[in-house]
């Protein structure tokens, strides 16, 4: 079957890991090369197949329960940032943490922090349960509101004066609009745009991307909040889009003769991941 669909096959260059994702992963191979073991809180990024490539080379992944019965060892706090229960925790169990919280996320911390140091109500726009939320909540002595939609708050209830901040990867016309909003309904809306522009940029330069092939496969793992919303950016954009985990998912019926394929991902889905699925399209 070699060479007869003749597939184009371009990979998108601004898909792929963000900084933050490189900085916490350059950290841990670091370690893992010279030691050859070190565990890490939680999935250093929500890639079944990047994990399992760093495991492979030692790293352990360890939940926040296993954390309580771990001692006198080095352990990874990942892009995503920590409450400061987990650093207490650390103290207290002689761990060395290799803290790769993305400069980003440590930034918005420290802000939040402080805007809870002077009383200020605070809200987050942001997913229910997620890692970084978490850490940010911690800041406030977990007093801050989480909301993932407006529809959340009563907004007839709420203080007069209240202190906006969102995870750092929200869409950024989401934020806004729950800015005008509130406003709208009289609320005095201290506003903070968190938001990382190098996620969510993507946004716009996917849907770019997207209308310029016949089909496009978005490679990401399940897990990822980002993978899901970048998806649907693309399915939106371009209805020939396909969501793969993996090369060994795609089915080469998807595609007709001499088809132009863009390949993109989440801002966790690795860059050889993505050569693999490029590789293999061009096997059809």
């Not at 954390?67 to 892009?79: F, T």
């Not at 920590?82 to 980003?104: G, Q």
């Not at 709420?158 to 709208?184: A, M």
Request: aromatic share 8%; hydrophobic share 35%; with cysteine.
């Amino acid at each position: 079957m070699a060479d007869k669909l003749n597939l184009s096959v371009d990979i998108d260059p601004g898909s792929g890991f963000c900084f933050g994702v490189v900085y916490a992963i350059e950290m841990a191979e670091d370690i893992l090369d010279e030691e050859g073991h070190l565990y890490c809180l939680g999935d250093i990024v929500h890639n079944d197949q990047e994990v399992k490539r760093l495991e492979d080379k030692g790293l352990q992944i360890v939940s926040h329960d296993d954390l309580e019965r771990i001692h006198d060892a080095k352990v990874l706090i990942r892009a995503h940032g920590e409450h400061p229960s987990t650093y207490e925790l650390a103290l207290k169990n002689n761990i060395e943490l290799i803290d790769a919280s993305c400069p980003v996320v440590l930034k918005l911390q420290n802000r939040v922090k402080n805007s809870h140091d002077e009383g200020r109500p605070i809200y987050i726009y942001g997913k229910h349960g997620h890692a970084e939320v978490k850490g940010l909540v911690g800041q406030t002595n977990d007093e801050a509101v989480v909301f993932q939609d407006i529809s959340e708050l009563e907004i007839d209830k709420l203080p007069s004066e209240i202190t906006l901040y969102s995870q750092t990867t929200k869409r950024t016309d989401n934020l806004y609009n729950i800015r005008e909003t509130l406003e709208s309904y009289g609320v005095n809306v201290s506003f903070n745009d968190t938001i990382c522009r190098q996620v969510s940029n993507r946004d716009k330069d996917l849907r770019f991307f997207a209308a310029k092939y016949k089909r496009i496969i978005f490679v990401s793992g399940t897990k990822s909040s980002n993978g899901k919303v970048l998806y649907n950016v693309c399915k939106e954009t371009n209805p020939n889009t396909y969501f793969v985990t993996s090369k060994s998912e795609i089915e080469s019926d998807w595609f007709n003769k001499n088809d132009t394929i863009g390949i993109c991902g989440a801002t966790s889905t690795p860059m050889w991941l993505m050569e693999e699925v490029k590789d293999q399209l061009l096997t059809y």
